[in-house]
Every structure is written in structure tokens, then in C-alpha cells.
């Protein structure tokens, strides 16, 4: 079965310090995968995703970015963190070529 | 653009209560419907979907059924249980550059009272 893991879980960090977040997918191969953000009362947003490794697609232009060095494995970094990068980051997963998603534990991310 | 609307929360309702939530959405072909479930201090759960018209996606007594007369996903429970208490998402998925992309309605919370 497949399986989506996310650290860390939570993460306190201050104003202009880096970030990194990792998502890892075992039991599946090519994958396409996901980075969604979830503000307090905002919904979800898509960050990126990809395709493949080493292809990535932006949804939003700010101060973040993702990279997938192998097949199952989606990063999520920062260089320089912002108040407004506070909230929960989610990772996802999906077959390709098709559309159900299937998400990780999420990791809190707070922006001091 | 694609779109889903929501009801507003939260819903509070009690326990063996009938619970509704409605969701619409806006959309260009003929995009898949979801509902996924968020219980505190987790990821989003995939709890059903529908592919086509008049389709009905069911799982753990939730419902919905897929009209694309009126644009809607509603989901529908008979009798909901305080373990049933959590955010609620509609999405629909539209594909774009060889992957699916999932726009999100922005949640329903749902609390179940004893």
C-alpha cells in the first residue's frame, strides 16, 4: 500500500530564516505530487507540483519553492521566511494521469 | 476559471441528526467531484467522489450525488455520530500540463454534539 509522510510535524521559526520541508511517497512510482498551503480560514491553496523529477510548476508567484531531487521525494523551501508564510503545509500525492489526491499529515508552520 | 462554493459554518448539530452540507461549483468539460475530511490536527482524507453526471460517490454512510443540472455536490448523512465531527472540503479537478489540479471549496466545519 501506498503511504505519504511529511516532517517535520510542526515548526516554529522566525522572521527571515530558511526553510525546508520534506514529503516522501513509498509504495508507488512517478507519482505526481503536490504542495498546498492552508491559511486560517482561507482554504487551500496549490503552492506547486510536479510531474516528474526535476519538473516543477508554480501555481503562485511569492517567496517560495519546491524541488524534487527523486521520484518520491517534494521539498518545499524558503530563504528568507515571512510572517505571512505561517500556516499548514500539505503534501500530495497522486497517481499519473489521474486525479484523486491523497495528502499527508501536514506540517504547522509558525512565522514568528 | 473553476470555482466551489461552500455553505458557510460552522454546523452544529446533534448527535443521530440529519446533516446536509451543500457545495457548488463552476467549472468549463466535465470536471470530477470530491469531498475530503479534515479531523484536527490533520491531512485532508479522500471520503468520496463522483466521475460523471448522476453519478453518486458513498463511503461511511456519507452521500453525494453528482448533478450537472444544478452544478451541485451536495453531501448528505442520515444520522451523524460526534465522531463525525471535522472540517469538510468540496473540490472538483481539472486537468493542465499532465496532471490533475484540485480547486478546493474553503471547508465546512461540522460539530457534533452528544
Redesign the interface.
Known sequence: SQTIHQWPATLVQPVGSPLSLECTVEGTSNPNLYWYRQAAGRGLQLLFYSVGIGQISSEVPQNLSASRPQDRQFILSSKKLLLSDSGFYLCAWSYSGADTQYFGPGTRLTVL | GNSVTQMEGPVTLSEEAFLTINCTYTATGYP?L?W?VQYP??????LL?A?KADDKGSNKGFEATYRKETTSFHLEKGSVQVSDSAVY?CAL?N?G??????T????TKLSVIP
Open positions: 470530477s470530491f475530503y490536527g490533520e491531512g485532508l482524507q479522500l467522489k466521475t472540503f479537478s486537468s500540463a499532465g496532471s490533475y489540479q484540485l478546493f471549496g474553503k471547508g
